[in-house]
């Protein structure tokens, strides 16, 4: 299967390059106009490097395309994707605001073409554990919160990707960058739609153009509700790199999450006490299983893991965090989505 590396100094494409060394995988072609990873990235392949994402559109014939970039290029690289009708993942958050996603949706699908986004705690520990705990999903959340901060805005200029401090690239700071998979997982666990969205957020940690820490409360139309926080305020060094726990209560359950596990108690059965599991929580781990359940999905025709309609239904809900914090806080309605 020949793969392209489209725009590789995004600061996850390290995550992928391991996954993408398997038999049966060639990767062909690289781009980087950033000019920072790709030179090393081709080497240790032995793939062709393009300055120009475009270029290597037009000379390169790829079965499967890995497309990064920056935020607010996205939409247009995705489009010239499409337009070759090659099978593709794209970074989320895909592009910066809600009509930029719903047309890359509605080409997609107009173009019958594969695509997925890496919305990776779809294929998480937290979702095997939660199944083991009871047998299923459990449908019967009343709240879930999560707190995901990670380390400080200098890491993505030491990554070489120093556009992701300019919200004229990046739409924006800790919400756009990492609320975006807390959003989904929200969506996924209740298997509703939000419909009310509020959110503050400020830059009082670094004092930069873009958000440094983020509070998003979501609701469900039946009153489920999500709190979402995050940031880039964690001291992090190479042992330690994030605080991530979260809380999810339900009618029967209540789980949090321990350093390296989750821990559960039977609101009917208390005198059993608290029954734990160790977990995964170091989420570079998943990007890995992405690049090959996507491959797989796309060799046989599955539907993605995450496709651009969960990215639609998630920039709907950042769009609204937005628009809520530039308002105070002030609660935002959501329509259903068109099409």
């Given at each position: 299967m020949k793969v392209a590396l489209l725009e590789a100094s995004h600061w996850h494409v390290p995550l992928y390059?391991?996954?993408?060394?398997?038999?049966?995988?060639?990767?062909?072609?690289?781009?980087?106009?950033?000019?920072?990873?790709?030179q090393a990235i081709a080497t240790r392949f032995g793939s062709r490097l393009y300055s120009s994402p475009y270029e290597l559109l037009e000379r390169e014939e790829v079965d499967f395309a890995f497309v990064f970039g920056r935020h607010s290029e996205m939409p247009k690289l995705a489009e010239a994707v499409i337009a070759r009708r090659i099978p593709f993942a794209l970074e989320k958050p895909c592009g910066v605001n809600l009509p930029q996603v719903t047309r890359l949706r509605k080409l997609t699908e107009e173009a019958d073409l594969y695509c997925a986004v890496p919305l990776i705690f779809r294929m998480s520990d937290?979702?095997?554990?939660?199944?083991?705990?009871?047998?299923r999903i459990p449908s019967d959340f009343n709240y879930m919160s999560f707190r995901f901060i990670v380390g400080p805005p200098g890491r993505?200029?030491?990554?070489?990707?120093?556009?992701?401090l300019d919200p004229a690239f990046s739409g924006g700071?800790?919400?756009?960058?990492?609320?975006?998979?807390?959003?989904d997982l929200f969506r996924l666990l209740t298997g509703k739609e939000v419909t009310r969205v509020s959110a503050t957020m400020n830059a009082r940690t670094h004092r930069?153009?873009?958000?440094?820490?983020?509070?998003?409360?979501?609701?469900?139309?039946?009153?489920?509700?999500?709190?979402?926080?995050?940031g880039y305020?964690?001291?992090?060094?190479?042992?330690?790199?994030?605080?991530?726990?979260?809380?999810?209560?339900?009618?029967?359950?209540?789980?949090?999450?321990?350093p390296d596990r989750i821990e559960f108690r039977d609101r009917s059965n208390l005198a059993a006490g608290t029954r734990s599991l160790r977990l995964e929580l170091d989420t570079d781990a998943y990007y890995p299983l992405f690049v090959?359940?996507?491959?797989?999905?796309?060799?046989?025709?599955?539907?993605?893991?995450?496709?651009?309609?969960?990215?639609?239904?998630?920039?709907?809900?950042m769009d609204a965090a937005?628009?809520?914090?530039?308002?105070g806080g002030a609660l935002q309605n959501l329509a259903p989505i068109a099409g």
């Open positions: 390059l391991d996954a993408l060394e398997a038999p049966g995988i060639e990767v062909v072609a690289v781009s980087d106009s950033e000019q920072v990873k790709g937290l979702l095997s554990a939660l199944h083991g705990a009871e047998g993505y200029e030491a990554a070489g990707a120093g556009w992701a700071g800790s919400t756009i960058n990492v609320a975006t998979h807390f959003i930069g153009e873009v958000e440094d820490y983020s509070l998003l409360t979501m609701q469900t139309e039946d009153g489920v509700i999500g709190l979402v926080e995050t305020s964690f001291p992090s060094t190479p042992d330690e790199q994030r605080e991530f726990s979260f809380t999810l209560s339900s009618d029967r359950m209540y789980a949090k999450s321990g090959k359940r996507v491959l797989a999905e796309s060799r046989t025709g599955a539907k993605p893991i995450a496709s651009l309609r969960d990215a639609e239904a998630m920039m709907q809900i937005y628009a809520s914090a530039r308002q």
